[in-house]
């Protein structure tokens, strides 16, 4: 029997696992998982292990515990991927017997996750099975799954057992109204049914539509339904040699989608089955296969990192649901338990320029998730008794917050967790993300129905959160920053940096809404009442924010009082296998000059242009060593910044570090699913260090900061609706220009030039070393 679709055998887009260690699955489960944004499946084996825990999660799906303390967390589904074989009575496990071959193989260009198994049973008989699992790209409710099975060695009676199982957190109280309706065209295929009433009144409906092919099929088909399971039960007699498979569709809504389940579902697994499994894998292949033709980020010279840039890109693209304006992306996204799939500025930072510009849509996406949680961070704001829209630290589908009010540390404590209340920087960061969506995109329309809400808001949020204080400067007090060790700081210099700038884009946006679109602006002025007064008290607060900036050593001070704070020798720690906090202790790393994550360094970063070289330099090289990494969130940034200052020693450090943090889980936690913000941070960093991309209001800058092992680094970049090929060579820029109209670049050192769609441009550059980004400065 021919093999119904293909992996690549290009290694550079597969991540193979070899053999097997039960040590090492739940890890596994994380890296290998499938997701098309809509639903995430952790890579589980099919006939389980003893640590298995198979998971399948649909976004925006959470359950909400009663329990005191409790925050919602994404509600684990029925699990669909159960495949057990039994060989003339005998169950195939990883335990028993002998394993001849075992690879686990996620096929990247194709978003596709395969298996191959040969077992020797305790009684010699050889069997050989491939597996195939995906989540559709191309119909974001249909998963696929396969199993072909070859007796190698003997012939017999085979029986193949594909179920539906409620995870064991799903109240057996509300049992499943089990189905099955045949489908007269194809009496082949039976699609079974169930609709299920879930926590929070959610309802999900599965269908699944199974069918066997084998040279002997004997007929023998029976549908088991259990208190917890449905069970599909295929028999066949199968000759030595002789390969069978089973393929399964399955079909998933939940009341998210539409009311009339669980019929949607069944229909909709009669329609797509009629098309043919391979039609349908076919399609899903060739959707992926479109995703990386405007993703992809090639690095020659250098397989490990691209293997990892492939790796982090995957997950970015099997991530986001352009369909669905109602859900964001949690910190683990799809592929993992952590953090109970709440949403983070993770999305807004870390991840939302890969999707900028390289799928606007699904940006936009993003964005309208805090457009329609809006409401929520306004009454969060007000409750706290601010004005405008506070957005939450962490949230899920309502958008109120959700951070929990304590933790137990990996060293037993029992932890207040404040950031829901402090770690407001959100808020800006939000603000930060919507304007730059808008300037890549040029979206007038997102612009005028959902931006300018969200920039006056927050805006307007900053205005009411700090004090004009006796000294004539604006303090934002009781905070915590992106560094989370220290809690409960005044004027935090990351926060205020941002809140800076939200308060003066606040005010841009009005004035661009006011004069390009007065009909919107009038509307909008009425039900906000936002007046020119209010608006230039933003100017008022903004220019007199304090920033901590000492201009005797150009450096920021992180928080008032952070100078005076015990320094620690971090080398001296080397090397470690625990965060600093762990280590210290969640009291003692407070009184410490220890820095969780880029935090000043991460505002010279993103407001890189709002700072005169020679700030940017003197504060990495002094917060640099003071940091810790504690967060997954602080390699790629660091990599970044240094890249673009031209030190490329420690750039190429933290670029190994950040590729390595799910593939070599250095941060030890992956089991809980893969860190989804330091994905987009690895392509930040290659795309805006190493390339040495910056879009500017006007222009697209490129200066590129080359290891000196990298023969080329290569990838697409959309701007305005036009598609920008970039390839950057040692000394050499070369860009190509597709889409509507001209645009200004500036290649290099060289000066900013008009480019023409069609055209292909190119400029040499001399990389000094160091500071190489000279241009640009405007203090
Ligand atoms: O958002 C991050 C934070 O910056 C550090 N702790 C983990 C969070 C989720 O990734």
């Not at 069997?127 to 989540?135: E, F, H």
């Not at 700072?611 to 940091?627: C, G, L, M, V, W």
């Amino acid at each position: 029997m021919a093999r119904t679709v293909w992996c690549t055998s290009d290694p550079l887009w597969l991540l193979r696992e070899e053999g097997f260690n039960l040590a090492r699955e739940h890890e596994l489960e994380s890296l290998l998982a499938i997701s098309n944004g809509y639903v995430g499946n952790r890579a589980s084996l099919a006939e389980g292990t003893p640590l298995s825990s198979p998971a399948t999660f649909a976004a925006g799906v959470f359950r909400h515990p009663q329990t005191p303390g409790s925050t919602p967390q994404l509600l684990i589904l029925p699990d669909w991927t159960g495949i057990r074989i039994w060989i003339e009575g005998y169950l195939l496990n990883m335990n028993e017997g002998h394993v001849l071959e075992h690879q686990r193989v996620l096929d990247m260009l194709h978003g596709a996750l395969w298996r191959t198994w040969r077992h020797r049973d305790p009684r010699g008989r050889e069997t050989s099975i491939l597996g195939y699992r995906l989540a559709s790209i191309a119909d974001r409710h249909l998963l696929l799954q396969s199993v072909t099975l070859k007796p190698e060695n003997y012939s017999g009676t085979v029986q193949l057992e594909a179920s539906i199982e409620l995870p064991p957190d799903l109240d057996p109280s509300l049992p499943p109204d089990w189905k099955t309706r045949r489908n007269a065209e194809r009496p082949n295929v039976l699609p079974l049914a169930f609709r299920m009433q879930a926590p929070d009144k959610h309802v999900l409906a599965f269908a699944v539509a199974g069918q066997l092919l084998c040279s002997r099929f004997d007929g023998k088909r029976e549908v088991i339904i259990e208190e917890r399971r449905i069970v599909e039960r295929f028999t066949a007699s199968l000759e030595r040699g002789a390969e069978c498979q089973l393929l399964r569709a399955v079909s998933i809504f939940t009341s998210r989608d539409t009311n009339n389940l669980p019929e949607h579902a069944v229909d909709h697994a009669n329609s797509v089955f009629a098309c043919g499994f391979d039609a349908l894998a076919r399609a899903h292949s060739l959707g992926w296969r479109e995703r990386w033709e405007g993703a992809d980020v090639q690095v020659e010279g250098d397989d490990e990192l691209q293997s990892a840039l492939r790796f982090s890109t995957y997950h970015l693209i099997a991530a986001a649901n352009p369909e669905d304006p109602r859900v964001s992306i949690g910190a683990r996204a799809l592929t993992g338990e952590a953090y109970k799939g709440h949403v983070f500025w993770d999305t807004e930072i870390f991840m939302l320029p890969f999707y900028i510009h390289t799928y606007p849509a699904a940006a936009r996406a993003l964005l309208s998730y805090r457009f329609h949680t809006l409401d929520a961070a306004r009454e969060k704001a007000r409750s706290a008794g601010f004005r405008g829209a506070m957005y939450p630290w962490e949230s899920a589908d309502s958008g109120q917050e959700t951070t929990p009010r304590a933790v137990i540390s990996p060293n037993g404590e029992i932890i207040p967790v404040l950031n829901g209340d402090m770690e407001i920087h959100i808020t800006a960061d939000v603000a930060f993300a919507i304007w730059q969506y808008w300037n890549a995109t040029g979206d007038d329309e997102f612009l005028r129905s959902t931006g300018i809400e969200i920039m006056l808001e927050t805006a307007r949020f900053w205005a009411s959160r700090g004090v004009l204080e006796q000294d004539s400067r604006y303090h934002i007090r009781h905070v915590i920053g992106p560094d989370e060790y220290h809690e409960n700081v005044d004027d935090n210099a990351y926060t205020n940096l941002m809140a800076t700038w939200n308060l003066r884009h606040g005010a841009a946006a009005a004035r661009i809404v006011q004069s390009r679109w007065p009909d919107v602006w009038g509307e909008l002025s009425a039900r906000l009442r936002v007046s020119d007064e209010e608006i230039e008290l933003w100017l008022k607060f903004a220019d007199a924010m304090f920033t901590g900036f000492n201009p005797e050593t150009d450096i920021f001070e992180q928080f008032s009082g952070y100078f005076g704070k015990e320094p620690i020798d971090l080398k001296s720690f080397e090397p470690r296998s625990a965060a600093m906090d762990v280590i210290l202790g969640h009291h003692r790393i407070q009184q410490t000059n220890v820095v969780k994550q880029a935090d000043v360094v991460m505002a010279m970063y993103l407001l890189w242009n709002d700072f005169a070289a020679e700030i940017r330099e003197a504060n990495f090289q002094y917060y640099e060593p003071r940091t810790g990494h504690g967060s997954s969130l602080s390699p790629a940034i660091h990599a970044l910044v240094a890249a673009r200052l031209g030190n490329r020693s420690l750039a190429q450090q933290y670029l190994r570090q950040a590729s390595e943090i799910d593939l070599s889980n250095n941060m030890g936690n992956a089991a809980g699913g893969v860190h989804a913000a330091a994905m987009g941070g690895l392509w930040q960093a290659i795309v805006f260090g190493f390339a040495g991309v910056q879009p500017e209001d006007n222009c697209i800058a490129i200066m590129p900061n080359m290891l000196s092992h990298w023969r080329r680094i290569s990838f697409p970049f959309r701007w305005r609706n036009r598609l920008l090929r970039v390839s950057v060579e040692p000394g050499s820029i070369h860009v190509g220009v597709s889409g509507d109209g001209e645009i200004k670049l500036r290649l290099g050192n060289g000066s900013a030039f008009v480019a023409s769609p069609g055209h292909d441009y190119r400029a040499e550059f001399e990389c000094t070393g160091s500071n190489s980004w000279q241009h640009g400065d405007t203090k």
